[in-house]
């Protein structure tokens, strides 16, 4: 089946690095996608992974992707508060071509 | 400046009427995406579309309806038949084949009253 998992809520202080995680299900995949949603709005691509590579680096945005578990994780460096938002896993599947499944969505709480 | 527009931002419905939600693009994407969002459920998929005149159901279609009989737009009608229609309604496009990034509208939010 078709199924992004993410867990809802994480909580850090400012300055520190936060890991948000994700599990997918169908190994047809061919991207996989982090998403950021502010209040209100819609969402904005932080970066993407495509399903033949372990590791992307952007800046304060590294992505991890074990396929043989089908985990992927998101990890910022030196959280700010502006970074406090809804962060959501998506996969692009092949095996129904172009279907886009978003997980529920990590909402990132940054203390200052 | 090419993009992606839903409107309206805001739209009430009275119980039992239809309404439709309009989502444009103009980055001449193949593939476009309605979603709908509820409080911790993340994004659902409605209906998705990978050309002209070709659509597909997603996992919620039940009370929804779509067309698709222009490249650039991709509208979504909430029909008398959708139980719970209230929530925040999504619209995407992905250029197609290999390509990437799918482009966000603002949404729409959708309130029965």
């Known amino acids: 089946g078709e199924d992004v998992e993410q867990s809802l809520f994480l909580s850090v202080r400012e300055g520190d690095s936060s890991v948000i995680n994700c599990t997918y299900t169908d190994s047809s995949s061919t991207y996989l996608y982090w998403y950021k949603q502010e209040p209100g709005a819609g969402l904005q691509l932080l970066t993407y992974i495509f399903s033949n590579m372990d590791m992307k680096q952007d800046q304060r945005l590294t992505v991890l992707l074990n396929k043989k578990d089908k985990h992927l994780s998101l990890r910022i460096a030196d959280t700010q508060t502006g970074d406090s938002a809804i962060y959501f896993c998506?996969?692009?599947?092949?095996?129904?071509?172009?279907?886009?499944?978003f997980g529920q969505g990590t909402t990132l709480q940054v203390k200052p | 400046d090419g993009g992606i527009t839903q409107s309206p931002k805001y739209l009430f419905r009275k119980e039992g009427q239809n309404v439709t939600l309009s989502c444009e693009q103009n980055?001449?994407?193949?593939?476009m995406y309605w979603y709908r969002q509820d409080p911790g459920q993340g994004l659902r998929l409605i209906y998705y579309s990978q050309i002209v005149n070709d659509f597909q159901k997603g996992d919620i279609a039940e009370g929804y309806s779509v067309s698709r009989e222009k490249k650039e737009s991709f509208p979504l009608t909430v029909t008398s038949a959708q139980k719970n229609p209230t929530a925040f309604y999504l619209c995407?496009?992905?250029?197609?084949?290999?390509?990437?990034?799918?482009?966000f509208g603002q949404g729409t939010r959708l309130t029965v009253v």
């Open positions: 980055l001449n994407h193949d593939a």
């Open positions: 995407a496009s992905i250029l197609g084949g290999s390509n990437t990034e799918a482009f």
């Open positions: 998506a996969e692009r599947l092949t095996s129904n071509t172009g279907k886009l499944i």
